[in-house]
């Protein structure tokens, strides 16, 4: 089974990175571009083929090494 | 408008990032996990509200700037 995993900054969390995304966008002259935020995409091929206890098991790789809960959030999908 | 950018590594290029993930995984004792791959996930609030006009334009930036396309492959979602 495969999961996929979005990792992204909270609201009112500083991002850097996409701050900087913004600024290479209009120097590269692109116009009516508002907040860029970038955030971790992650796939993983699971052999579990349980949904419930996959997610399960993807929540707490989340939890444990995906994410810093404290300042991110995370989606997990299925599929 | 908000368009959301998945950014990944085309198939056979090494992602030595994603293989950092999944051996950090296993030596925390989640079992059962095949391949990790990590991509990036860029979202960009857009003044432009014709989805047409603004997907080519996020297609522009995919190109010029947020995707390498000689080891990258790019998906574009509106709404």
């Known amino acids: 089974m495969k ?3 979005h990792v992204t900054l909270k609201n009112g969390v500083l991002d850097p990175q996409g701050k900087a ?3 290479a966008l209009e120097s590269l002259g692109f116009a009516g571009i508002g907040e860029v935020r970038q955030g971790k995409f ?3 091929d699971l052999t579990e083929n ?3 206890r996959a997610r399960e ?3 707490q790789m989340c ?3 995906l994410a810093n809960t404290v300042i991110e959030n995370y989606r997990i999908d299925l599929g």
């Open 57 to 59: 098991q993807v929540r």
């Open 63 to 65: 939890e444990r090494l």
């Open 50 to 52: 349980d949904p419930e």
């Open 3 to 5: 999961a996929r995993v």
């Open 21 to 23: 995304i913004g600024h």
């Open 42 to 44: 992650i796939e993983l």
